[in-house]
């Protein structure tokens, strides 16, 4: 599951991996309509399409319609949304899901920060110390 496809970049390295492990599907979203037709573009000249279920529009609203468990999200979109999002995916997510969040070095992502280094939440997270940031969190419940 990746929120934020913009032109597929980390998208088809999400899909090369499945390809390459033979089982699995990714599922992305993306507001900008441009951006979804660029994706979808760049996915199939790089010959995974048929893996990549892309979700135009509002991820609060798309991702209500994808179905569990899911193994791995990665948080890429708009930072605030982050929180929004990964609760709204949570009963979704198998036990030991890897969730990453992007840019954890960001102001607005701090509510994401809190809530998934709180131990109370179900995660163990860890900081990963990339140019503006990411936060690697396992699902532990």
Same mark, same amino acid.
């Given at each position: 599951? +990746? =929120?934020?496809?913009?032109?597929?970049?980390?998208? =088809?390295?999400?899909?090369?991996?499945?390809?390459?492990?033979?089982?699995?599907?990714?599922?992305?979203?993306?507001?900008?309509? *441009?951006?979804?037709? *660029?994706?979808?573009?760049?996915?199939? +000249?790089?010959?995974?399409? *048929?893996?990549?279920?892309?979700?135009?529009?509002?991820?609060? !609203?798309?991702?209500?319609?994808?179905?569990?468990?899911?193994?791995?999200? &990665?948080?890429?979109?708009?930072?605030?949304?982050?929180?929004?999002?990964? !609760? &709204?995916?949570?009963?979704?997510?198998?036990?030991?899901? &890897?969730?990453?969040?992007?840019?954890?070095? =960001?102001?607005?992502? !701090?509510?994401? &920060?809190?809530?998934?280094?709180?131990? *109370?939440?179900?995660?163990?997270?860890?900081? =990963?110390?990339?140019?503006?940031?990411? +936060?690697?969190?396992?699902?532990?419940?």
């Amino acid at each position: 599951m +990746e =929120f934020g496809t913009s032109y597929g970049i980390s998208t =088809f390295y999400l899909a090369a991996a499945v390809r390459d492990n033979g089982t699995g599907r990714v599922v992305t979203t993306e507001l900008s309509t *441009a951006k979804v037709a *660029a994706a979808r573009a760049n996915l199939s +000249e790089a010959g995974v399409a *048929a893996l990549v279920d892309v979700l135009p529009g509002d991820a609060l !609203q798309t991702l209500t319609t994808v179905d569990g468990p899911i193994g791995l999200v &990665l948080l890429d979109g708009w930072k605030d949304l982050y929180l929004p999002v990964l !609760q &709204l995916l949570e009963p979704r997510l198998s036990a030991g899901a &890897l969730v990453i969040g992007d840019d954890s070095s =960001f102001p607005t992502v !701090q509510p994401y &920060l809190d809530y998934v280094r709180d131990p *109370a939440n179900g995660y163990l997270s860890v900081p =990963f110390p990339v140019e503006d940031g990411m +936060e690697i969190s396992c699902r532990i419940r």
